[in-house]
């Protein structure tokens, strides 16, 4: 199956500061890319969809300027936590879509934030 | 709105069969996936349906009935391996909706 990749895997950052979160898609381009963020026990909650070159949709309550995306390529979206706090401690994940059919998204590893 | 509902929990024993439904009601309706993860872990793709009926492979099957806005998942000889959280997702009008989860436990 596809492979979708993000780094860091688990990151503790000091309340306050910024953390960027990398996804990539390692072997298909992808025309859109999701970032989710799952708390324990809970359902993935989807915060933002980016299209490849555009601005990212963001969902109702997630604040833009506070996760910035930047999809700058057809393999690459970022999602950056700018002044984390204690409460943005979750578990993030991107997924990915190309052009394979069925069109299904395909998942990073995830990344771990801990926010001191 | 979007709604998926399925249950929160459910137990099976090592070699039986367990279904786990999913009902939703969308916006829409471009397919439904079912997904499973593992503690600690990203979803990993199991199935998808866009159409009536049932798609099987090896031991998971998945069906959909799009007018009853219902689909399940049926996994066959269970295994302990199995044990973890099977995630319904609905693409509707909007990105991938998914459900809360029923997290699957196989006893031996």
């Known amino acids: 199956g596809a492979v979708v990749s993000q780094h860091p895997s688990w990151v503790i950052c000091k309340s306050g500061t910024s953390v960027k979160i990398e996804c990539r898609s390692l072997?298909?381009?992808?025309?859109?890319m999701f970032w989710y963020r799952q708390f324990p026990k809970q359902s993935l909650m989807l915060m933002a969809t980016?299209?490849?070159?555009?601005?990212?949709?963001?969902e109702q309550g997630v604040e833009k300027d506070k996760f910035l995306i930047n999809h700058a390529s057809l393999t690459l979206s970022t999602l950056t936590v700018t002044s984390a706090h204690p409460e943005d401690s979750s578990f993030y994940i991107c997924?990915?879509?190309?052009?394979?059919?069925?069109?299904?998204?395909?998942f990073g590893p995830g990344t771990r934030l801990t926010v001191l | 709105g979007q709604n998926i509902d399925q249950p929160t929990e459910m137990t099976a024993t090592e070699g039986a069969i367990v279904q786990i439904n999913c009902t939703y009601q969308t916006s829409g309706f471009n397919g439904l996936f079912w997904y499973q993860q593992h503690a600690g872990e990203a979803p990993t793709f199991l199935s998808y349906n866009v159409l009536d009926g049932l798609e099987e492979k090896g031991r998971f099957s998945s069906f959909l009935s799009r007018s009853k806005g219902y689909s399940y998942l049926l996994l066959k000889e269970l295994q302990m391996k199995d044990s973890a959280s099977y995630l319904c997702?609905?693409?509707?009008?909007?990105?991938?909706?998914f459900g809360k989860g029923t997290r699957l436990s196989v006893i031996a």
């Open positions: 997702a609905v693409e509707g009008n909007t990105p991938l909706v």
């Open positions: 980016s299209n490849e070159g555009s601005k990212a949709t963001y």
């Open positions: 072997d298909f381009q992808a025309t859109t």
């Open positions: 997924s990915a879509r190309g052009y394979r059919p069925p069109d299904t998204q395909y």
